[in-house]
């Protein structure tokens, strides 16, 4: 079956520090992969999204950005946090073909910047 | 771009009652899930619909398309404080999904 790695759990980081927050998926190929975000109070933002090795696509401008070096990898990048870049990251999957398919949810990393 | 509403925005029953969410897009959907996130962790599928009219049930939870596919609800008979959460709602508003959005929320709370 699969299953998605989402970590760390919590972070807590100094405004101006650089971030990377990791993503990995088991059991399945070609995943599309998902950064969302969810500030407090607030709905789910979708970040970033990937149909494949390479491809970004950007969903809002930002401080952030993604790569996927791997098939099921997706790392969350910042060179500098900002306070504003505090929230609940969520990293998800959904099958590359297929047409509608659920996403699925990693538990999650909350970043919480000093 | 596609949006989704829910209501109520936040929920308090007592154990055993019924109660109902709506989630509304101001776009026909192409494919309407339904989730449940437990406070600090990650979202939980609970179902798909794609066809107007369409209904499915997961244990005591029970989700509704309308044949319009603008409207889907979600109906919880006999709650129990295990189904303390929040619900929301993802649509694919295109058939590939990736643009895929999410409603608010519903904060449901369950009193024993």
């Known amino acids: 079956s699969q299953t998605i790695h989402q970590w760390p759990a919590t972070l807590v980081q100094p405004v101006g520090s650089p971030l990377s927050l990791e993503c990995t998926v088991e059991g399945t190929s070609n995943p599309n992969l998902y950064w969302y975000r969810q500030a407090a109070g607030r709905g789910l933002q979708l970040l970033f999204y990937s149909v494949g090795i390479g491809q970004i696509s950007s969903e809002v401008p930002q401080n952030l950005s993604a790569s996927r070096p791997q098939d099921r990898q997706f790392i969350l990048s910042s060179k500098k946090l900002l306070l504003s870049d505090s929230g609940f990251y969520l990293c998800?999957?959904?099958?590359?073909?297929?047409?509608?398919?659920?996403?699925?949810f990693g538990d999650g990393t909350r970043l919480s910047i000093l | 771009s596609q949006e989704l509403e829910q209501s109520p925005q936040s929920l308090i029953v007592q154990e055993g009652k019924n109660l109902t969410i709506n989630c509304t897009s101001s776009?026909?959907?192409?494919?309407l899930y339904w989730y449940k996130q437990k406070y600090g962790e990650g979202l939980i599928f609970l179902m798909m619909l794609q066809k107007g009219g369409e209904e499915k049930s997961h244990e005591k939870i029970t989700a509704k398309l309308d044949e319009k596919k603008q409207q889907s609800s979600l109906h919880i008979t006999a709650s129990q404080p295990s189904h303390a959460g929040i619900y929301l709602c993802g649509a694919d508003p295109f058939f590939y999904g990736q643009n895929f959005v999410f409603g608010p929320g519903t904060r449901l709370s369950v009193l024993p």
């Open positions: 776009k026909t959907l192409y494919g």
């Open positions: 998800a999957w959904s099958p590359g073909t297929g047409g509608n398919q659920p996403q699925h």
